[in-house]
């Protein structure tokens, strides 16, 4: 089973960008059919979809976040990426992300990072 790990800065200004990364071990991320999520839990509420890419490069996005937000895959390490711009505060949150084995849409993953707390604020 593959295991994930995510990492970047822990505070971001607002209207910056946020920017994490993914690390895959057990694992390829180019490996067919699966699929390499962004999910996030703003604090008291529930978990929210951002976006995924695929083994193949494919991505799809939360039509609420799509403007503003941008998945890709590494091209020479095991690891993916997401970046949210023009941050607010309402995007403070715990980050995860995750891996889906055949991808037929948000919901349902196989494996999860333990999450990342980002926090937007001056």
Known sequence: QVQLQES???LVKPSQTLS???TVSGGSITTPSYAWSWV???PG????????VTYD???YYSPSLKS???ISRGTSKNVFFLQLTSVTPEDTAVY???STQTWSG???YGSWGQGTQVTVSE
């Open 96 to 98: 995860y992300c995750a």
């Open 57 to 59: 490069g494919r991505t």
């Open 8 to 10: 970047g800065p822990g």
């Open 20 to 22: 994490l990364t993914c």
């Open 45 to 52: 509420k529930g978990l929210e979809y951002m976006g995924t």
């Open 68 to 70: 503003r937000t941008s």
């Open 40 to 42: 996030r839990q703003p």
């Open 106 to 108: 948000p919901g349902e």
